[in-house]
């Protein structure tokens, strides 16, 4: 996870959230929806992956139509000094999509994903088996509330309009 930030702009929020509903969209295609040039365009992208924040260009994918429709959050409470260990078993694990290290009851969280209910007991079984693991709790999940998702809180921060050349801007009629 990175600590450094970058500070970003109505454009630099404006670009992400073209890419987000049009992720096929190249650097022309997205200029012309945006109304900034290409060269611009390209440079903020390019600004943008180097220090991070868009970190790829790949496909969304659904796991349930990919055939793994079952999911869960585990909860972990490791043994002192364990996280390294713990992080990778369970980075061996296919079905445990994230972990995260955590403050609170539990060490780590896990998002795990299974085909079946009998193929996540056989997930939950194997990460139970480390020696690093404590006690784990878990909850399938019913049903996806809120889909992940950045845009509402990228837009939520007041956020600086870059200047922009005198052939972008727009005429105020009279």
């Known amino acids: 996870m990175s600590t450094s930030t970058t500070s970003l702009d109505a454009l ?3 670009l992400i959230a073209l890419l987000t ?3 096929r969209a ?21 600004r943008l992956e180097q220090a991070g924040v868009i970190t790829g ?13 079952v999911h869960a959050i585990v909860s972990l409470e490791i043994a002192q ?3 390294d260990q713990v992080a990778a078993e369970l980075d061996a694990i296919p079905g445990v999509l994230s972990a995260h290290a955590t403050t609170g009851s539990a060490d780590v969280v896990c998002q ?9 007991h056989a997930t939950l079984l194997r990460i139970d088996r480390s020696s690093a693991v404590m006690r784990s709790t878990s909850v399938v999940v019913l049903t996806e509330v809120v889909a992940p998702r950045v845009l509402p809180l990228l837009r939520s921060a007041p956020l600086p309009v870059p200047s922009r050349a005198p052939a972008y801007r727009v005429k105020e009629e009279s």
Not at 29 to 35: D, K
């Open 57 to 69: 260009y790949g496909p969304d994918v659904d796991l349930t139509a990919a055939g793994f429709p």
């Open 81 to 83: 000094g364990a996280i």
């Open 12 to 14: 630099d929020v404006r």
């Open 112 to 120: 795990v994903a299974a085909a079946s209910h009998a193929d996540l």
């Open 21 to 23: 509903e049009h992720p």
């Open 26 to 46: 190249g650097v022309l295609e997205l200029s012309r929806l945006a109304r900034v040039a290409r060269p611009t365009v390209g440079a903020r992208l390019e």
